[in-house]
């Protein structure tokens, strides 16, 4: 399984960014997709999951009403479209891949089984 992310960039605060993760290997439907992000300095942390066979999709509290994570089945690809972009949304945004779909667990990384390699996002003036 492969996963590669893109979209990232700079961006003025108060804009957009669409962050994009292609998954091959495995079909997006059959998994729980997850974007988590790491800031500089930072621990990893969980930003939004879209679980498999149609279970919801959950948010971070910060990122919540500004956030919206979709998935496009016909092209194995999931999206991220971040509005409303704040400077403390400046980090490496991943894809996660998550062959389980544990509810109690799907905002911890260790239930993700497969990473992309990131894409920055930096919220500057």
């Known amino acids: 399984v492969q996963l590669q992310a893109s979209g990232g960039g700079l961006v003025q605060p108060g804009g957009s960014l669409r962050l994009s993760c292609a998954a091959s290997g495995r079909t997006v439907s059959t998994s729980t997709m997850g974007w988590f992000r790491q800031a500089p300095g930072k621990e990893r942390e969980f930003v939004a999951t879209?679980?498999?066979?149609?279970?919801?999709?959950y948010y971070a509290d910060s990122v919540k009403g500004r956030f919206t994570i979709t998935r496009d089945n016909a092209k194995n690809m999931v999206h991220l479209q971040m509005n409303n972009l704040k400077p403390e949304d400046t980090a490496v945004y991943y894809c996660a891949l998550d062959t389980g779909s544990i509810l109690s667990q799907i905002r911890f990384e260790t239930e993700y089984d497969y990473w992309g390699q990131g894409t920055l996002v930096t919220v500057s003036s």
């Open positions: 879209i679980r498999r066979y149609g279970g919801g999709s």
